[in-house]
T-cell receptor, first 114, second 116 residues
Framework: EPEVTQTPSHQVTQMGQEVILRCVPI?????FYWYRQILGQKVEFLVS????????KSEIFDDQFSVERPDGSNFTLKIRSTKLEDSAMYFC????????????FGSGTQLSVL | AQSVTQPDIHITVSEGASLELRCNYS??????LFWYVQSPGQGLQLLLK??????LVQGIKGFEAEFKRSQSSFNLRKPSVHWSDAAEYFC??????????????FGTGTQLKVEL
């Protein structure tokens, strides 16, 4: 089965630093997502991306966050100035079509902000 | 707004025993429901989904789930658990779409431990 790949698997950074989390969605998919899971809490929706623009974002996704599809294969999440509370597992996902379609998730990037 | 409740944080079963993981949802319209599994170091893998039709849905790895509208439930079951089923299981509902795509709302998850 095709896979969504995420790099790195672990990222440690200092508070206030910028981080970029990288994802390679499945090649024929059109919708891309970022979710995150703070330790002990629910998996939360951050943002969805379609046709080179954000289609929906949650309250969590403030001005510190941005997403980009810089080329035909990568999908990135940037946090401009990390805070302690950004520490979480970040999951990238993609789907072939939109509403109610099966999401394929990557194995996640564990971000630790010190 | 939609929500999902998984009342059991941890469940332990013996290998070969049956399993039922509970999921209750709150959603104003017909829900689209999913069960995902997360093994250590792995991403979220879809076990099964319910959109419409037959309320008993079959998934991968021998799992099934039954949608009960009257109880607002979508419980996951497996008749005989294998040690490899030890993982965290998440129930999710699709909702709140405005711009297309899939905004999943997840439950808090149930950690399954299998005793040999």
């Amino acid at each position: 089965e095709p896979e969504v790949t995420q790099t790195p698997s672990h990222q440690v950074t200092q508070m206030g630093q910028e981080v970029i989390l990288r994802c390679v969605p499945i090649s024929n998919h059109l919708y891309f997502y970022w979710y995150r899971q703070i330790l002990g809490q629910k998996v939360e929706f951050l943002v969805s991306f379609y046709n080179n623009e954000i289609s929906e974002k949650s309250e969590i996704f403030d001005d510190q966050f941005s997403v980009e599809r810089p080329d035909g294969s990568n999908f990135t999440l940037k946090i401009r100035s990390t805070k302690l509370e950004d520490s979480a597992m970040y999951f990238c996902a993609s789907s072939e079509r939109g509403q109610n379609e099966k999401l394929f998730f990557g194995s996640g990037t564990q971000l630790s902000v010190l | 707004a939609q929500s999902v409740t998984q009342p059991d944080i941890h469940i332990t079963v013996s290998e070969g025993a049956s399993l039922e993981l509970r999921c209750n949802y709150s959603y104003g319209a017909t829900p689209y429901l999913f069960w995902y599994v997360q093994s250590p170091g792995q991403g979220l893998q879809l076990l099964l989904k319910y959109f419409s039709g037959d309320t008993l849905v079959q998934g991968i790895k021998g799992f099934e789930a039954e949608f009960k509208r009257s109880q607002s439930s979508f419980n996951l079951r497996k008749p005989s658990v294998h040690w490899s089923d030890a993982a965290e299981y998440f129930c999710a509902v699709v909702g709140g779409l405005t711009g297309g795509g899939n905004k999943l709302t997840f439950g808090t998850g149930t950690q399954l431990k299998v005793e040999l």
